[in-house]
């Protein structure tokens, strides 16, 4: 198994561009989450998603769009990036209890906005 | 508000040296708290997990501390390796209306030297 995977593992961007990150897991995870971590910050969830279909704000969302057509896949948007997005993402996921139990991240995606 | 503050911010020790960290926590009402591992340049790493009824659990040279009294936990490491060096983080969880929530210190910076 390879766990959750994620792409790119790097990527500059412009300011005022557009991306798509891209997480996958291959557990059969109900839950899924995107975080960014920001040096001296603890992880701070952007967007999770329940269920197939499904998608929920965290606790900074905005900026962000996200999608879960699959229940392997969950993609994080930028649809205009600034500065302030600059960060290190990271996707995670975890079975059915949801918050609660182990999340098993991914490798993370270091973005840099100029 | 809920919080979980993890001190000291950094540690240099020794190889074969025994280090311990500290979480405190201000999250209501509790449901487990986990310690998590992180490489750098990788993804957060479950060690171990402990709920309200648990004062000890251990993984290996890691050994985790829970005292639901005065609301701290403990993460003790033994005969340190330099593969710990890391970030380590403290992460609680909380029950709430929408299900549960997850609370993340910002870790602490682990150093070992030769």
């Known amino acids: 198994n390879a766990g959750v995977t994620q792409t790119p593992k790097f990527r500059v961007l412009k300011t005022g561009q557009s991306m798509t990150l891209l997480c996958a897991q291959d557990?059969?995870?109900?839950?899924m989450y995107w975080y960014r971590q920001d040096p001296g910050m603890g992880l701070r969830l952007i967007h999770y998603?329940?269920?197939?279909?499904?998608?929920a704000k965290g606790e900074v969302p905005d900026g962000y769009n996200v999608s879960r057509l699959k229940k392997q896949n969950f993609l994080l948007g930028l649809e205009s990036a600034a500065p302030s997005q600059t960060s290190v993402y990271f996707c995670?996921?975890?079975?059915?209890?949801?918050?609660?139990?182990?999340?098993?991240f991914g490798p993370g995606t270091r973005l840099t906005v100029l | 508000k809920n919080q979980v503050e993890q001190s000291p911010q950094s540690l240099i020790i020794l190889e074969g040296k025994n280090c311990t960290l500290q979480?405190?926590?201000?999250?209501?009402?509790?449901?487990?708290l986990r310690w998590y591992k992180q490489d750098t340049g990788r993804g957060p790493v479950s060690l171990t997990i402990m709920t309200f009824s648990e004062n000890t659990k251990s993984n290996g040279r890691y050994t985790a501390t829970l005292d639901a009294d005065t609301k701290q936990s403990s993460l003790h490491i033994t005969a340190s390796q330099l593969s710990d060096s890391a970030s380590y983080i403290c992460?609680?969880?909380?029950?709430?209306?929408?299900?549960?929530?997850?609370?993340f210190g910002k870790g602490t910076t682990l150093s070992v030297s030769s």
């Open positions: 979480c405190n926590y201000t999250v209501s009402p509790f449901s487990n």
């Open positions: 557990m059969n995870h109900e839950y």
């Open positions: 995670a996921s975890s079975f059915q209890r949801g918050f609660g139990d182990e999340q098993f």
């Open positions: 998603s329940v269920g197939e279909g499904t998608t």
């Open positions: 992460v609680v969880s909380a029950l709430n209306q929408a299900g549960t929530a997850l609370i």
